[in-house]
């Protein structure tokens, strides 16, 4: 079993950085792929960026230049720093990680992007 715990999460101005973090623990053997979602008020949950073990990275085009996941994988650890938020980039954070074919996720952050 993988538990996910995010944190980072709050209240910003437009044009401000938020970092986001999600720490997996448990019983597991390794940790593969790791990634963010989001979820705003009505809409569908979407994915906002993935990173592998390799350190490959796949951005949604809407915070492409924005936002850069990272992991550190002795921690079994991603980050998601976020620059440059938008009040549409105001949603519930998700982290998931896939662990022995398996895929988790966290409980979620809330990011609220506004003046």
């Known amino acids: 079993q993988v538990q996910l715990v995010e944190s980072g999460g709050g209240l910003v101005q437009p044009g401000g950085s938020l970092r986001l973090s999600c720490a997996a623990s448990?019983?597991?053997?390794?940790?593969?792929?790791m990634g963010w979602y989001r979820q705003a008020p009505g809409k569908q949950r979407e994915l906002v960026a993935v990173i592998t073990t390799g350190f490959n990275t796949n951005y949604a085009d809407s915070v492409k230049g924005r936002f850069t996941i990272s992991r550190d994988n002795a921690k079994n650890t991603n980050y998601l720093q976020m620059n440059s938020l938008k009040p549409e980039d105001t949603a519930v954070y998700y982290c998931?990680?896939?662990?022995?074919?398996?895929?988790?996720w966290g409980q979620g952050t809330q990011v609220t992007v506004s003046s």
């Open positions: 448990g019983s597991f053997a390794s940790i593969g792929t």
């Open positions: 998931n990680a896939w662990s022995n074919a398996k895929l988790y």
